[in-house]
């Protein structure tokens, strides 16, 4: 099997888990988001100016509560925007579960040799069943 075709197996995997234990599909795809942006695999949206200066395209308040982008400092927005909490804000999630996604998608990384239970339990531990909201 590829890497890539692996690689999508893991990552249904994460998401067939994290169904399982509760998490919603808000929470799955603002993990995923998470993590490709975390690791450089995709960017967010947005521009830059003349000056080099970058302004994120997804207002939310994790770009909002940052300073404004300058000529000594033109990234603050794009890392706001690569945040988990920026993820989870744009696809609707808990950040929390945003984070547990992306860790155990990590892990599926790092293990890709290891054998399919190994890394099954290890998921498993990660993406811990989501407790009901009472009231």
Sequence with gaps: MSDKKENDAFSETVKQIARGNGY????IDGG???YARK?????PPGE???AGRFDAAERTEA???VRAPSRAYPYPEMTAARTAN???EVSGGVPLHVKRIAKARELVNRCEDAPDEVTREEIMRILKPVKEKIG
């Design 24 to 27: 919603s599909d808000a929470d």
């Design 32 to 34: 995923m988001m998470f």
């Design 39 to 43: 690791n450089r695999l995709s960017n």
């Design 48 to 50: 830059f100016d003349k």
């Design 63 to 65: 770009v909002k509560s």
């Design 86 to 88: 920026h993820c989870a």
